[in-house]
């Protein structure tokens, strides 16, 4: 079903939206969770918070493209989760490639931070943008979608090492990016 047509049944209040949004979306819904949580439970519980976030925002809201919509909910729903239940100990699974990316990353604790936030934001959509469709795809694995190392290198093709020498460049270069727009963190 196209999203124009879900979003539709959203404004309708009709009980099909929901489902026809889990059978559109649903897998990558719930591969996005499990690779945050990596626990199942959690995880469908996270995308079930994320169908009922999307049934209080459509009406009034209108997300077309709804995936990228969808996506951002379950992955701020299970990252909530995640940090709920480590809250007092460190699992290295999802923070190594938060560690990664951290010297880029400023906190968003006052109103200039916020906006720096947004600028970055808007750095870094204009990096990716910059980049071959592969190095696109290897960043937003890791870095979005917390995809590890030996599963990009299954999906791109490429081997383990390889990819974690591209990622490492890549980093590297979206560091010399920012510093030529003056962003130094």
Same mark, same amino acid.
């Given at each position: 079903m196209e999203d124009a047509q879900i979003v539709e049944?959203?404004?309708? &209040?009709?009980?099909? @939206?929901? +489902?026809?949004?889990?059978?559109?979306?649903?897998?990558?819904?719930?591969?996005?969770?499990?690779n945050v949580l990596k626990n199942d439970q959690d995880?469908?519980?996270?995308?079930n918070d994320a169908y009922l976030a999307v049934w209080n925002a459509v009406p009034p809201a209108r997300p077309l493209p709804l995936l990228p919509y969808l996506c951002r909910?379950?992955?701020?729903?299970?990252?909530?989760?995640?940090? &709920?239940?480590?809250? @007092?100990? +460190?699992?290295?699974?999802?923070t190594r490639s938060w560690d990664e990316l951290e010297p880029f990353l400023p906190s968003a604790d006052s109103p200039e931070a916020?906006?720096?936030?947004?600028?970055?934001?808007?750095?870094?959509?204009?990096?990716?943008?910059?980049?071959?469709?592969r190095d696109q795809l290897?960043?937003?694995r890791r870095y979005w979608f917390f995809d590890s190392c030996a599963e990009i290198a299954r999906i791109s093709g490429l081997s383990e090492k390889n990819v974690s020498v591209r990622l490492t460049r890549l980093r590297k270069k979206l560091?010399?990016?920012?510093?030529?727009?003056?962003v130094y963190l």
């Open positions: 049944l959203f404004f309708h &209040r009709s009980e099909e @939206a929901v +489902r026809a949004l889990a059978e559109t979306y649903g897998g990558v819904c719930r591969r996005l969770a499990v995880a469908e519980e996270c995308v909910i379950v992955r701020n729903l299970s990252i909530e989760c995640y940090r &709920r239940r480590h809250a @007092a100990k +460190r699992d290295d699974s999802l916020q906006t720096d936030a947004r600028e970055l934001t808007r750095l870094l959509n204009a990096y990716l943008e910059g980049l071959a469709p290897l960043f937003m560091r010399i990016f920012l510093e030529e727009n003056e």
